[in-house]
């Protein structure tokens, strides 16, 4: 009995060895990512061996430029979700980011599906009165156009359209309606 015992071990034990089993879990990034390369305390992982890492020149940019760049049928719910959270569900579709480790974690999510660009100040960051003046190009540069005028130029500017406006040789509202109801009924 004990015979067959000891057998009935060694035979559980090869069948365990032919039997593959799957585990569900995290893995270890330790296994996975083990190929980073660290350089100025951030680990890169570059997809081809000879691809030069980037130098960090600075602060990093505080806001990310993310363009979708893959449909969204047939993904699964929790990125069609993400994508829609940072705006970009609808077709070519573009968003600024905040560069905070909120957004970082969701677009380390989804980037496979995305491209995303540091945004750069070519003339500086723009001011809240520079908000009309300001667009963003698709490399990912915002250009801010400055008023070139001084406060002496808007001044004799602002004079002269009141000396227009007060002048007495300036025709009133009813002698222009007549003279161009005139000049529309006799063309030539």
């Known amino acids: 009995m004990l015979k067959l015992f000891q057998n009935s071990t060694l035979l559980g034990q090869q069948l365990k060895a032919l039997v593959s089993v799957r585990h569900y879990g995290k893995p270890n990034k330790k296994f996975l990512y083990k190929d980073g390369i ?19 020149d600075g602060e990093p940019s505080k806001l990310f430029s993310v363009r979708r760049l893959k449909p969204i049928k ?34 380390w999510k989804v980037k496979h599906l995305v491209e995303i660009l540091p945004i750069t100040y070519r003339y500086g960051e723009p001011t809240q009165d520079d908000v009309e003046r ?36 300036r025709m009133d509202g009813e002698t222009l309606r007549k003279d161009s109801r005139l000049k529309w009924l006799n063309a030539w």
């Open 38 to 56: 660290l350089k100025d305390q951030i680990y890169y992982y570059p997809r081809d061996s000879n691809r030069e890492i980037p130098a960090l």
């Open 74 to 107: 047939g993904l699964p719910y929790w990125e069609k979700r993400i994508l829609r959270g940072l705006g970009l569900y609808e077709k070519n579709a573009v968003a600024v980011v905040k560069n905070i480790p909120e957004n970082n974690a969701r677009l």
């Open 134 to 169: 300001t667009f963003l190009k698709e490399n990912g540069e915002c250009v801010v156009i400055r008023k070139l005028e001084a406060v002496e130029v808007a001044n004799t500017k602002l004079t002269a359209a009141e000396q227009i406006r007060n002048a007495k040789e």
